[in-house]
């Protein structure tokens, strides 16, 4: 099995931009499709982009399109979410997840076999 666990999430004013990671061991992080997610307290945690092994395809929830960048890299372990134009409605704690089916991107939670710990985003308006 994998452990995931992301990193680069901080404190950042409306408009800024941060890099999330999610680094990966145990097993390659090639033999997964990925996907991030985002929670806030007392809500469900919420879908936001999704890539499959080879970084090919890509899908994303509206609120994020074009403001957010899922990619990895597998020679490194290591898959990323890029935030940009931050709103403060994208505050949240941010995980990043990983199943086997390689060539889909899925967007429900239950899809997803391995979890990391999670990284905190706050925006500031």
């Known amino acids: 099995q994998v452990q995931l666990v992301e990193s680069g999430g901080g404190l950042v004013q409306a408009g800024g931009s941060l890099r999330l990671s999610c680094t990966a061991s145990g097993r390659t992080l090639s033999s997964y499709a990925m996907g991030w997610f985002r929670q806030i307290p007392g809500k469900e945690r919420d879908f936001v982009a999704a890539i499959t092994w080879s970084g090919d395809t890509t899908y994303y929830t509206d609120s994020v399109k074009g403001r957010f960048t899922i990619s990895r890299d597998n020679a490194k372990n290591t898959g990323y979410l890029h935030l940009n134009s931050l709103r403060p409605e994208d505050t949240a704690v941010y995980y990043c997840?990983?199943?086997?089916?390689?060539?889909?991107?899925?967007?429900?939670?239950?899809?997803?076999?391995?979890w990391g710990q999670g990284t905190q985003v706050t925006v500031s308006s």
């Open positions: 997840g990983a199943h086997r089916w390689r060539e889909l991107t899925i967007t429900q939670e239950e899809g997803y076999e391995y």
